[in-house]
């Protein structure tokens, strides 16, 4: 078993940054892929950016490849979002999720699940 848990996430202007944090528990975290997702109201989940296991890789949602940068810390077990020049239509729930092996950009590859953090962005 893997625990996630976020942080990091409120309410900020557009044009604003927020940094997420997700803190991992359980098991060896260097053997994990790591990813953030996304869910606004009425939306359906999506992807935002993923991250190997290693930080050498990284794979991002277009909208936000220029803008948001994801990294990992092995030694603290804890993987980053840095979102910056954030929008509106960035407001969500962000979701941090881990896979054991190699990275994916799909949801259903991640077997563990963080209980999500707020962004809200106002205009």
């Known amino acids: 078993q893997v625990q996630l848990v976020e942080s990091g996430g409120g309410l900020v202007q557009a044009g604003g940054s927020l940094r997420l944090s997700c803190a991992a528990s359980?098991?060896?975290?260097?053997?994990?892929?790591m990813a953030w997702f996304r869910q606004a109201p009425g939306k359906e989940r999506e992807f935002v950016a993923a991250?190997?296991?290693?930080?050498?890789?990284?794979n991002y949602k277009d909208s936000v490849k220029a803008r948001f940068t994801i990294s990992r810390d092995n030694a603290k077990n804890t993987v980053y979002l840095q979102m910056n020049s954030l929008k509106p239509e960035d407001t969500a729930v962000y979701y941090c999720?881990?896979?054991?092996?190699?990275?994916?950009?799909?949801?259903?590859?991640?077997?563990?699940w963080g209980q999500g953090t707020q962004v809200t962005v106002s205009s």
């Open positions: 999720a881990a896979r054991y092996g190699g990275m994916v950009v799909g949801g259903p590859g991640y077997g563990y």
């Open positions: 359980g098991r060896t975290f260097g053997d994990y892929a």
């Open positions: 991250i190997n296991w290693s930080g050498r890789s990284t």
